[in-house]
Every structure is written in C-alpha cells, then in structure tokens.
C-alpha cells in the first residue's frame, strides 16, 4: 500500500531528502487508491504546509513533539511494555517478522519504530497491512488523541492510519479519557524524572530511603527517547 509508505516518509524526521523529493510525493498521493478525494487533499495540505516552513523550524518542531517524553515517542512498544523485560522479547518477534519478508534493519534501527513499522506493511498484501494497521489500532488511537491535545497537525496521519486499518477504536472516547492526563514534556516533568533518578541512585548506594513526591512517581522512568535517524527505511 503506497498510502503507508507515503505516511511513513512524513513520520520520520524531515530532512533535506523531503525537500528534494516533494514531487514524488505530491504525485504519490494523487495516485493513492486507498485514500478518498477528502484525505488525500488533506494529505497533500499537510505536505504542502509542511514544506512551506522553514526546515529547521520544522526539525525543532519535530523533536519537541516526538522526541521529548513517552507519551507521543514512535517507539509503539513505548506504549505497551515501557521498560519492561517483555519488551525485549516484542522486538526479536518482531524482528523475526521483518527477516521472513527479508526486510533488513541497519544496526542504527529499532523494529518497534513506527514509520519502520508503517514500511514492512507496506509490503504485504493489502489485507495482511490493514490487519497489521490493526494490531497496533489502539497506539494509533491514543497517538491521536495525543496529538490533538496538543493541537498538532501530525494527528491527521494517525487519524489516516487508522482509517486504512478500518479499525472501530473510537478516537474520540480515547480522548476523552486522556482529557486530565498530565504532560511528560514539560520542564517540570523532565526535572522529575531527573529527580526520581537521582532518588534512585543514592538508594542503590544505600543512602537510605528519601522521600518522592506524587509528581516524581507520575513520571517515573519517563526519559525522552533519542530519535534514529531512518530516514532510508529499512533495505530488501
């Protein structure tokens, strides 16, 4: 499905080759069957306003919302198994499922990563990527609802994704479950996180129990994730 290759070149960090290949795009969503004549212009609004930004703006933009705090990261095991041992065992099967189409990652790539994720679809047949769309239907959902709080344009290719997926996960009822979740990114959260750590360490060193706040718990473990640069996608 080229709808999701299209989508996935616009989830990863945008750089000069997006500059350098807007008319492959443009031509790309005109050409995209799977999409109907509405999200197809909204697509191409999205690439068009995009470009129409100066990059580097649009870089800093980009790690302030994706790469700052777990709640919007495009690691889809961020959202299931944080950083539990069960999330090592996701990747080898999911590694696994990449090795039988002979997608192949460079040492640089996490397989969880969405846009990485969005390309192996890509490949299948059209059933099988929908049905994968839908395996992760409900992080496309909150992603959304995410997104939208923030008032970010990226909402709409994960409102798209999850159309494809033909998926019945309500967006809106997941945001108005998340309506009074706190924030990760903010200064205030990351100082907590980096206080919790701090907490953390002198107890392993035995220097007693100290107390922690109900913020510091809140955010508990919540590093920002630093980006991988795929923007290459994985080689066949």
Not at 83 to 110: F, K, N, P, T, W
């Amino acid at each position: 499905m080229i709808e999701l290759v299209i989508i996935s070149r616009l989830l990863e960090y945008p750089d000069a080759a997006l500059v350098e290949h807007q008319q492959e795009l443009f031509s790309a969503i005109s050409d995209a069957q799977a999409l109907n004549q509405n999200d197809a212009q909204a697509l191409g609004i999205f690439l068009r306003d995009l470009l129409d930004r100066d990059l580097l703006d649009v870089q800093a933009a980009y790690g302030e919302l994706f790469d700052r705090g777990r709640a919007t990261s495009l690691l889809l095991f961020e959202h299931v198994h944080g950083e539990s041992r069960d999330r090592g065992q996701a990747m080898v099967d999911l590694m696994a499922q990449y090795q039988r189409i002979g997608l192949q990652l460079d040492s640089h790539e996490l397989p969880d990563h969405l846009p990485l994720y969005l390309e192996y679809l890509a490949q299948l047949p059209e059933q099988e990527a929908r049905a994968g769309l839908g395996d992760i239907a409900p992080i496309l959902a909150l992603l959304s609802a995410r997104l939208k709080k923030r008032d970010s344009r990226y909402a709409l290719l994960f409102d798209l994704l999850l159309s494809l997926s033909e998926s019945q996960v309500d967006v809106a009822q997941v945001g108005k479950q998340i309506a009074d979740e706190a924030r990760d990114d903010t200064t205030q959260a990351l100082d907590a996180v980096w206080e919790e750590e701090q907490v953390k360490f002198f107890a392993d060193s035995g220097c007693g129990d100290s107390e922690i706040s109900e913020h510091q718990r809140r955010f508990a473990g919540a590093v920002a994730p630093q980006y991988l640069n795929i923007s290459t996608g994985g080689q066949q």
